[in-house]
């Protein structure tokens, strides 16, 4: 059974940081592409940054600079650093999930097949 599970989200206030973390299980990890999304209210899910099985990284361009993926393989453990918060960055952020084939648009929610419940990130101004 497919688990994803988030941790390190809070509040700061605008400039500061967090780490957020994502723990999965139940699937071979490092076959996966692996995604972070974020969702503020009244507003779609937006793709924030994305891990495809070959390593290699892809990040919505408000994030650039600011948010850096990485990860734990022994752990099975995908982190997204993010500097520089700004309030604009206020959202639930999700980890999400999906087999290499479905790999195609890593900002597209419909091509992952397991989420995490999310992890509710506030940056104040």
């Known amino acids: 059974q497919v688990q994803l599970q988030e941790s390190g989200g809070g509040s700061v206030q605008s400039g500061g940081s967090l780490r957020l973390s994502c723990a999965a299980s139940g699937y071979t990890y490092s076959s996966y592409c692996m995604g972070w999304f974020r969702q503020a209210p009244g507003k779609d899910r937006e793709g924030v940054a994305n891990?495809?099985?070959?390593?290699?990284?892809a990040y919505v361009d408000s994030v650039k600079g600011r948010f850096t993926i990485s990860e734990d393989k022994a752990a099975n453990t995908l982190h997204l650093q993010m500097n520089s918060l700004l309030p604009e960055d206020t959202a639930g952020y999700y980890c999400?999930?999906?087999?290499?084939?479905?790999?195609?648009?890593?900002?597209?929610?419909?091509?992952?097949?397991?989420w995490g419940q999310g992890t509710q990130v506030t940056v104040s101004s």
């Open positions: 891990r495809d099985p070959d390593g290699s990284t």
């Open positions: 999400a999930a999906a087999p290499a084939a479905y790999c195609t648009q890593w900002f597209y929610p419909g091509e992952y097949h397991y």
